[in-house]
């Protein structure tokens, strides 16, 4: 691994910030180049810190590598394929839906086909792929909760266009692997947060957590419809290091991964990692609630996501809920950050 070279598409957004700084704090000489329409805010220069200098970044569009490829310095080693688009509202949806299907489809056939011509080839090729299990049934409060999802639950992506991107991108993923004879893995990462979550052109809506912890660094309390409404809500870092360890495996046991929490888990826990940091903050149940985490679906992504394989092959655990919340509070917290809350 010692002076290994890491492509990273996406590299400049939040997810793919992460698995940059955990995947270089575990291979002291290697180092990554990183691919983002828009160049790196200070706060990612910030957060990577000490491994920042073994980063390049390079502001390109993956629809189109021929542009940036020649700033590329030495043979790719790893591959890791972040960008995408990823509309949350079908407000955004209409308004971004040529382009999502443009960036995440068309943009991975593009970057393949010239990862596909590199000499040599890279070693493993990591798709970084979303919830594509569907959003199950209409459920009432006594509906019980679904089975884990597993790796091999059927994909029900067909109600957002962002899922359908998605899956498709993992079979042409797959497709291409068996063409070529590259290796290929792809990731299903449940709902991210943690430090630099912010608004970008393709994140613009934020889960639970990322509103718990501004509401207990303001005002000190947050409305909801229920406190033990549940959801897989994942520590940025955490799938971050889950990502480093396939990246770095000699071999693999799976082509695919599911990168969650993996555990019931719900708003009142985010709350207890709040309130570690800000004591006095309260859940507020109202008929009204400002923030409103859907109890009415049961079944694919509103279920826990099972990482008995990452668990089992690597030794990979996530970071206690509670606990992961009172480190993003602390972030925030750090005046270098302070207006990052926009408050």
């Not at 542009?67 to 509202?89: I, K």
């Not at 042409?172 to 893995?185: D, K, Q, Y």
């Not at 299903?188 to 970008?200: C, E």
Request: with cysteine.
């Amino acid at each position: 691994m010692n002076g290994a070279h890491a492509l990273v598409t996406g590299g400049t957004g939040f997810l793919m910030a992460h698995v940059i700084r955990e995947w270089l704090q575990t291979v002291p000489e290697g180092r990554v180049t990183a691919i983002g329409r828009a160049p790196p805010g200070p706060e990612v220069a910030e957060y990577l810190g000490p491994v920042g200098d073994r980063v390049t970044f390079l502001r390109g569009d993956v629809r189109q590598p021929e542009a940036w490829a020649m700033d590329l310095q030495g043979p790719v080693d790893y591959l890791v394929h972040g960008a995408a688009l990823c509309p949350m509202t079908e407000l955004e949806e209409t308004d971004l839906w040529a382009e999502t299907v443009s960036v995440n489809v068309m943009g991975t056939v593009a970057i393949l086909s010239w990862a596909a011509g590199l000499m040599p080839r890279p070693r493993r090729v990591l798709y970084v792929s979303s919830g594509v299990y569907g959003y199950g049934s209409e459920a009432s409060q006594d509906t019980p909760p679904a089975q884990p999802v597993q790796e091999h639950t059927p994909l029900a992506p067909e109600d957002a266009t962002y899922d359908i991107t998605k899956a498709t991108g993992e079979w042409l993923v797959a497709r291409w692997a068996a063409l070529n004879g590259i290796e290929t893995v792809a990731v299903r990462p449940s709902a991210i947060f943690g430090p630099l979550d912010r608004d970008t052109k393709g994140r613009m809506q934020h889960p639970a957590p990322w509103h718990i912890a501004r509401a207990a660094l303001g005002t000190g309390a947050l409305s909801v419809n229920d406190a033990q409404a549940g959801y897989d809500w994942l520590f940025a870092p955490d799938a971050g290091r889950a990502m480093a360890m396939i990246l770095n495996a000699t071999t693999l046991r799976h082509p695919c991964y599911n990168i969650g929490y993996g555990r019931p888990a719900t708003l009142a826990d985010l709350a207890k990692g709040a309130q570690v940091v800000c004591p006095g903050f309260e859940l507020v149940e109202t008929e009204h609630p400002v923030y409103v985490q859907r109890t009415d679906r049961r079944g694919g992504v509103w279920s826990v996501r099972a990482t008995d394989r990452l668990e089992d092959e690597f030794g990979w655990r996530p970071t206690p809920l509670p606990e992961a919340m009172a480190a993003y509070l602390r972030w925030l917290q750090d005046g270098a950050h302070a207006a990052d809350l926009r408050l």
